[in-house]
């Protein structure tokens, strides 16, 4: 289960790092194509980059689902926890695991909605067709305008994204059980700064200054 343990960050840094190249190489794309410069002008635009805005809105909804799950696993999440916060440890420990649970049910079940959603979008004749099956009356289901993609391939962020948040409250819930610890970000801190502050020197005072 380790490599659950970083999961979300892997994902996010790859679809942020390939939409940072993508929109870079756009860009320059864009304006190399547009510069009277000799045979680069020509070569650019051969050069077809009408998908990259597309892909690139693909990839940040992408990074929004599984960054929401990453938000609970770090507890980044805001939350009204003002009143919980005054209980006594017993009922504030009731309400905080409830609350947990109620995350993950939520979610679970857009979980689910999402995965008869993307089935129902064209994935059940993706794969009958795959594995030969008679795919019948079946849609086949849409395409993105740009890439024609499958579009059932773009919401399957949905049911992946979703699922892996349920199973963060899940874990997280679990581990408030076991510890008393939750996850808890402090908004104010950033990381690679040392927190650690060397006290400053007193000032001379009269009585420090020798004639």
Request: charged letters at 15%.
């Amino acid at each position: 289960m380790k490599f659950l343990d970083h999961l979300e960050e892997w994902i996010i840094t790859f679809l942020m790092g390939g939409a940072t190249l993508i929109i870079f190489f756009a860009v320059l794309h864009r304006y190399l194509a547009s510069a009277p410069i000799p045979y680069v002008q020509d070569w650019m635009l051969t050069l077809n980059f009408s998908w990259a805005q597309e892909l690139c809105i693909i990839m940040f909804v992408w990074m929004a689902k599984f960054g929401a799950a990453y938000g609970v696993r770090t507890g980044i999440h805001v939350g009204v926890d003002v009143v919980v916060n005054r209980l006594d440890e017993k009922t504030r420990a009731k309400f905080v695991v409830f609350a947990l649970l109620a995350g993950a049910l939520f979610t679970g079940c857009i979980g689910y909605l999402g995965g008869h959603f993307v089935w129902d979008n064209g994935a059940h004749h993706f794969f009958a067709k795959l594995f030969g099956m008679d795919v019948g009356d079946l849609p086949e289901g849409p395409t993105t305008p740009d890439l024609e993609w499958p579009t059932w391939m773009v919401y399957c962020a949905i049911p992946f994204g979703s699922s892996l948040m349920s199973f963060r409250f899940l874990q997280v819930a679990w581990i408030f059980v076991k510890t008393g610890v939750i996850p808890h970000h402090d908004h104010a801190h950033v990381e690679g700064v040392d927190d650690v502050h060397e006290p400053l020197e007193k000032a001379p005072t009269a009585g420090d200054i020798k004639p």
